[in-house]
């Protein structure tokens, strides 16, 4: 089982199993940052449609014509996404994950409008106050939420979750979970290579998966 649609068909039927306990609709976001078109073309000619980038310049590059050719594809931005790129991230990417400030919010809806794109968005929470990561700090979630939906009308449509790497996630998964319900928020993202599976038992809608399908990448 080498081949990148090898794994992803082995990824998707585990997901499909496990997802029967929860009866919902599980996207898998293909994490195809640093891998080069030739190898995540695979999936795209398979007709999957979900691929996560975490740099503006680098998505900009690898996917503008062939999205151009493929209107069904949906681009995801999973990286931390600085305000002075907001409005080519709006050109080039469907989805945000991490929305993480008022600042990032209002730079969007700019470019939202001075575009005419509409994107759809996740609010990054830091449950674990991690001072290395971006996110909001889950007491400020709900307040930040409701700047974004009802003073700006940001398509904001689920929580994103990024744990700990060295700790049992299941504790954020379920905090997540439970934020997003607060919230009335439908959609949550969370879940990667190594414990998707997890995160689709508590809630979960989007996993990001990128190594288990496309192989261990280099870190530049």
């Known amino acids: 089982m080498n081949s990148v649609l090898d794994r992803f068909d082995k990824i998707q039927a585990d997901i499909l199993e496990n997802s029967k306990k929860t009866n919902i609709p599980i996207e898998i976001i293909a994490v195809s940052k640093t891998f080069p078109l030739e190898k995540i073309k695979p999936l795209i000619d398979r007709g999957h449609i979900h691929f996560g980038e975490n740099k503006v310049q680098e998505t900009e590059k690898k996917w503008k ?18 305000t002075n790129k907001a409005k ?3 050109l080039i990417f469907d989805y ?9 919010a209002d730079n969007l809806k700019k470019s939202e409008n001075e575009t005419g794109r509409k994107l759809s968005y996740f609010i990054q929470v830091n449950f674990a106050n ?10 400020e979630a709900e307040f930040f939420y409701q700047y974004c939906k009802s003073k700006i009308n940001l398509n904001v449509i689920g929580i994103m979750c990024f744990p700990p790497f060295d700790v049992d996630p299941e504790n954020y998964f379920k905090q997540a979970f439970q934020l997003n319900k607060k919230l009335g928020l439908k959609e949550l993202s969370m879940g990667m290579s190594n414990d998707y599976l997890k995160a689709i038992n508590n809630g979960s809608t989007f996993v990001r998966v990128g190594s288990a399908i496309f192989g261990e990448r280099n870190i530049t």
């Open 96 to 104: 945000i994950h991490s929305l993480d400030s008022k600042k990032l």
């Open 65 to 82: 014509n062939i999205k151009n050719e493929k209107k069904s594809l949906k681009l995801h931005m999973l990286g931390r996404l600085q």
């Open 88 to 90: 080519k991230a709006v």
């Open 130 to 139: 991690e001072t290395q990561k971006s996110g909001i700090p889950i007491s």
